[in-house]
T-cell receptor, first 113, second 113 residues
Framework: RKEVEQDPGPFNVPEGATVAFNCTYS??????FFWYRQDCRKEPKLLMS???SGNEDGRFTAQLNRASQYISLLIRDSKLSDSATYLC??????????????FGSGTQLTVLP | ETGVTQSPTHLIKTRGQQVTLRCSSQ?????VSWYQQALGQGPQFIFQ???????GRGNFPPRFSGLQFPNYSSELNVNALELDDSALYLC????????????FGPGTRLLVL
């Protein structure tokens, strides 16, 4: 079983749609959670951190359920520029490799005009 | 732009050869992590260097090795290249007080024939 699993996608949605991505993680000791965005043939860039109380950044809302080991990202009023691959990322506790970022395989989003 | 640079941008090698990839971290960042991203997958952690010492390693064989220099730049060396080593190699730097946030370079695309 992968440590971080995401919806396989791809998601093709019209402009203005609301789209939700889900992610589950297997290590209950995980400490920090993030969503990264990766444009085609580019490097990943931090979109937002995910906090236990849920957090919002403009059109983007992230939620974390530690009991279910589940993370979500909601994009409202999607724009053409939101087209990208969205990576769910988890960071563990402890030292060394345990504290590194573990990435899901990503979910590809295409927003259509 | 993150200020993290990598060279070369693209590289073609044949099976059995050796390769060295380079990364310059963002100013003030003393920690560099290396990731391998195969096509259609999320980045996988290879290892991290902190103050010139390896500080955690993922599930990669010993033919993947690295160095960090006093100016915090870093190298990734891969010996005895295999076809499956074809991937995007990403380095990410982070600062002492903000280990949570890693800034990725544009990556090096390696093709092994």
């Amino acid at each position: 079983r992968k440590e971080v699993e995401q919806d396989p996608g791809p998601f093709n949605v019209p402009e203005g749609a609301t789209v939700a991505f889900n992610c589950t993680y297997s290590n209950s000791a995980s400490q920090s959670f993030f969503w990264y965005r990766q444009d085609c043939r580019k490097e990943p860039k931090l979109l937002m951190s995910v906090y236990s109380s849920g957090n919002e950044d403009g059109r983007f809302t992230a939620q974390l359920n530690r009991a279910s080991q589940y993370i979500s990202l909601l994009i409202r009023d999607s724009k053409l520029s939101d087209s990208a691959t969205y990576l769910c990322v988890v960071k563990g506790r402890g030292g060394g490799s345990a504290r590194q970022l573990t990435f899901g395989s990503g979910t590809q989003l295409t927003v259509l005009p | 732009e993150t200020g993290v640079t990598q060279s070369p941008t693209h590289l073609i090698k044949t099976r059995g050869q050796q390769v060295t990839l380079r990364c310059s971290s963002q100013s003030g960042h003393n920690t560099v992590s290396w990731y391998q991203q195969a096509l259609g997958q999320g980045p996988q952690f290879i290892f991290q260097y902190y103050r010139e010492e390896e500080n955690g390693r993922g599930n990669f064989p010993p033919r993947f090795s690295g160095l960090q220099f006093p100016n915090y730049s870093s190298e990734l060396n891969v010996n005895a290249l295999e076809l499956d080593d074809s991937a995007l190699y990403l380095c990410a730097s982070s600062s002492p007080g903000q280990q949570e946030t890693q800034y990725f370079g544009p990556g090096t695309r390696l093709l092994v024939l």
